[in-house]
Nanobody, 113 residues
Framework: QVQLVESGGGLVQAGGSLRLSCAAS????????MRWYRQAPGKEREFVAG????????NFADPVKGRFTISRDNAKNTVYLQMSSLEPEDTAMYYC??????WGQGTKVTVCS
């Protein structure tokens, strides 16, 4: 079992940047497929970005392409989501996940205009 703890959320003005972190512990060998999701108030949870590293690849949801990047530090068992050019529409709880299964508790991002 993997435990995930997200951090790095906060309040930022539109156009600003934040870096979210997802620290994993436990059975981290299962972390080949790591994803970030978000859920805005009153909306369903949606995929944001994913990274795989046995065969390294990344993918992003259309609304964040070109603005967000995802990376990982294997030595620290941590996955990052670098968010730039933030928009009010990016306001949401952001969750880290192992392949859409195991979830963290989330970290809140608020973007004000």
């Amino acid at each position: 079992q993997v435990q995930l703890v997200e951090s790095g959320g906060g309040l930022v003005q539109a156009g600003g940047s934040l870096r979210l972190s997802c620290a994993a512990s436990g059975r981290t060998v299962s972390m080949n497929d790591m994803r970030w999701y978000r859920q805005a108030p009153g909306k369903e949870r949606e995929f944001v970005a994913g990274i795989r590293w046995i065969v390294v690849s990344t993918n992003f949801a259309d609304p964040v392409k070109g603005r967000f990047t995802i990376s990982r530090d294997n030595a620290k068992n941590t996955v990052y989501l670098q968010m730039s050019s933030l928009e009010p529409e990016d306001t949401a709880m952001y969750y880290c996940s192992v392949a859409g299964g195991t979830w963290g508790q989330g970290t809140k991002v608020t973007v004000c205009s």
